[in-house]
């Protein structure tokens, strides 16, 4: 089976800032990867698939690339709204099934 | 608008059974495949299983193969997850999504229920 691991797990920053979070897999998946963010309290929301594509409606601060075995979430300039946790998505074929990484908290600095 | 609609909270014992369920609209709710979602308390995301109304066509995580079951009921729009006797290691928030693919073969969840809290304490 495929697995993902986000790093950091924990990331401190301010209002403004840029940060990255990265997706490892540990085979290759081409650009099969989709981001989400989930607030406190919140069922996730999906903010990117196919590693790049933005989901109708997510601000364009948010950007993912990568292709392979890696992957980034990117987010250029921090908004207060923006301090969530963050996971990472594929599908392995054979057997199907989903899995998630770890998950990335963004707390503020 | 597509909104999936998740049952209320739940307190149950060890030992006692359980179905909570998610209700589909403003969509074919019986043409898009359905996955439920555990969240343990402060942990992150599982994926559980999948569904597709259409034709019941299920798919189980091997961490739940056997722990839980997946239904739908395409008349009415709704798929459940059961449990036949719960633990307390059942004690999380369950999600259902609905799963979306593209043209590329790329696989994820464009919509989510609200959640559904599982307590389970004697």
């Known amino acids: 089976d495929i697995q993902l691991t986000q790093s950091p797990s924990f990331l401190s920053a301010s209002v403004g800032d840029r940060v990255t979070i990265s997706c490892r897999a540990s085979?290759?998946?081409?650009?099969?990867l989709a981001w989400y963010q989930q607030k406190p309290g919140e069922a996730p929301k999906l903010l990117i698939y196919?590693?790049?594509t933005l989901q109708t409606g997510v601000p364009s601060r948010f950007s993912g690339s990568g292709s392979g075995t890696e992957f980034t979430l990117t987010i250029s300039s921090l908004r207060p709204e923006d301090f969530a946790a963050y996971y990472c998505q594929q599908v392995n074929r054979y057997p199907f099934m989903y899995t998630f990484g770890q998950g990335t908290k963004l707390e503020m600095k | 608008e597509v909104q999936l609609v998740q049952s209320g909270a739940e307190v149950q014992k060890p030992g006692e059974s359980l179905k909570i369920s998610c209700k589909g609209s403003?969509?074919?709710?019986?043409?898009?495949?359905i996955a439920w979602v555990r969240q343990m308390p402060g942990k992150g995301l599982e994926w559980m299983g999948i569904i597709y109304p259409s034709d019941s066509d299920t798919t189980y995580s091997p961490s739940f193969q056997g722990r839980v079951t997946i239904s739908a009921v395409k008349s009415i729009d709704t798929a459940y997850l059961q449990w036949s006797s719960l633990e307390a290691s059942d004690t999380a928030m369950y999600y259902c999504?609905?799963?979306?693919?593209?043209?590329?073969?790329?696989?994820?969840?464009?919509?989510w229920g609200q959640g559904t809290l599982v307590t389970v304490s004697s």
């Open positions: 196919g590693a790049s």
């Open positions: 403003g969509y074919s709710f019986s043409r898009y495949w």
């Open positions: 085979q290759g998946i081409s650009n099969y």
């Open positions: 999504a609905m799963a979306a693919t593209n043209l590329n073969g790329n696989y994820y969840f464009d919509y």
